[in-house]
Nanobody, 117 residues
Framework: QVQLVESGGGLVQPGGSLRLSCVAS????????MGWYRQAPGKQRELVTR???????NYVDSVKGRFTITGDNAKNTVYLQMNNLKPEDTAVYYC???????????WGQGTQVTVSS
């Protein structure tokens, strides 16, 4: 059984930075099968970024150039570095793991990011 635990959220002023972490416990295929999603109040959950099977990365247009996903396979951990944060980045951020052999999605409990002055 895989469990995902996020940390690093909080309140930050516009233009500030935060780094989110997600640790996966249990046996996973690879951190390349992990990514970050977010859900703002009243909106659907959306993909922020995730690795591709080749190890490249995909980002939603609104965060390109500001957010960076990295990972450490030895620690089963992925990170989301968020720079130049904007109020519209306010959301609950969720870590996701989807095994390549399954359509099942594992989700963390989410971590709140609030960007406000």
């Amino acid at each position: 059984q895989v469990q995902l635990v996020e940390s690093g959220g909080g309140l930050v002023q516009p233009g500030g930075s935060l780094r989110l972490s997600c640790v996966a416990s249990g046996t996973i295929s690879s951190i390349r099968d992990m990514g970050w999603y977010r859900q703002a109040p009243g909106k659907q959950r959306e993909l922020v970024t995730r690795f591709t099977s080749s190890g490249a990365t995909n980002y939603v247009d609104s965060v390109k150039g500001r957010f960076t996903i990295t990972g450490d396979n030895a620690k089963n951990t992925v990170y989301l570095q968020m720079n130049n944060l904007k109020p519209e980045d306010t959301a609950v951020y969720y870590c996701n793991y989807r095994p390549p052999w399954s359509a099942y999605n594992y989700w963390g409990q989410g971590t709140q990011v609030t960007v406000s002055s």
